[in-house]
Nanobody, 121 residues
């Protein structure tokens, strides 16, 4: 059973920083792209940042220059460093991983349970 477990969310003042982590556990063959998405109340889930196995990154325009995504392939972990946080960054942040359970299956997308980030003004 594959699990994605996020940590690092919380309450922070505008201008502050947080670092999110997401560990992929369980049995699987390989992990491809990993990413972070977020969903604010009454809004659709949106991509925040993604990173490929080789380290290529992609960011939403709203977070470019403030957020940095990284990964540690040996630890099956993806990180999101969030700096200069704004109240509009308030949302539940979800980790996402595209992985193959076995060599001949997938890839499929898996999601974490989400972690709340609240930025006060």
């Amino acid at each position: 059973q594959v699990q994605l477990v996020e940590s690092g969310g919380g309450l922070v003042q505008a201008g502050g920083s947080l670092r999110l982590s997401c560990v992929v556990s369980g049995r699987f063959f390989s992990i491809n792209t990993m990413g972070w998405y977020r969903q604010a109340p009454e809004k659709q889930r949106e991509m925040v940042a993604t990173i490929t196995t080789s380290g290529s990154t992609n960011y939403a325009d709203s977070v470019k220059g403030r957020f940095t995504i990284s990964r540690d392939n040996a630890k099956n972990t993806v990180y999101l460093q969030m700096n200069s946080l704004k109240p509009e960054d308030t949302a539940v942040y979800y980790c996402n991983a595209e992985l193959r359970p076995t060599l001949n299956r997938g890839p499929y997308f898996y999601w974490g349970q989400g972690t709340q980030v609240t930025v006060s003004s």
